[in-house]
């Protein structure tokens, strides 16, 4: 079983920048290839949106409210996916949870991160 563990989250202050991690590991087994991996948030009250997306072809995918202010980047080598949030704003705040689709020695499927809490200051 494929876990997602995140991590950077915690208090910012509005205007500043705060950077996200995600790294997949298996207690057993081996990861062959992670296919899309990025982050969705919750906002409270809200429902889960997309954040940004990064796909093997390297090619990213944001939401509209967060473009131009985040970057997704990943490192295969180190099975990890890193969200670098610039000029964060009030509305950025919630649970920021990572996603990705994951090829192991037994199937490829979706998994899920518990997820991070972003809170923002003024």
């Known amino acids: 079983q494929v876990q997602l563990v995140e991590s950077g989250g915690g208090l910012v202050q509005a205007g500043g920048s705060l950077r996200l991690s995600c790294v997949a590991s298996?207690?057993?087994?081996?990861?062959?290839?992670?296919?899309?991996m990025g982050w969705y948030r919750e906002p409270v009250g809200k429902r889960r949106e997309l954040v940004a997306t990064l796909g093997k072809d390297r090619t990213p995918n944001y939401g509209d409210s967060v473009k131009g202010r985040f970057t997704i980047t990943r490192d295969d080598t180190k099975n990890t996916v890193y969200l670098q949030m610039n000029n964060v704003e009030p509305d950025d705040a919630g649970l920021y949870l990572c996603?990705?689709?994951?090829?192991?020695?037994?199937?490829?499927?979706?998994?899920w991160g518990q997820g991070t809490q972003i809170i923002v200051s003024s």
């Open positions: 996603n990705a689709f994951i090829t192991t020695d037994i199937n490829t499927r979706g998994y």
């Open positions: 298996v207690a057993s087994g081996t990861i062959l290839g992670i296919n899309t």
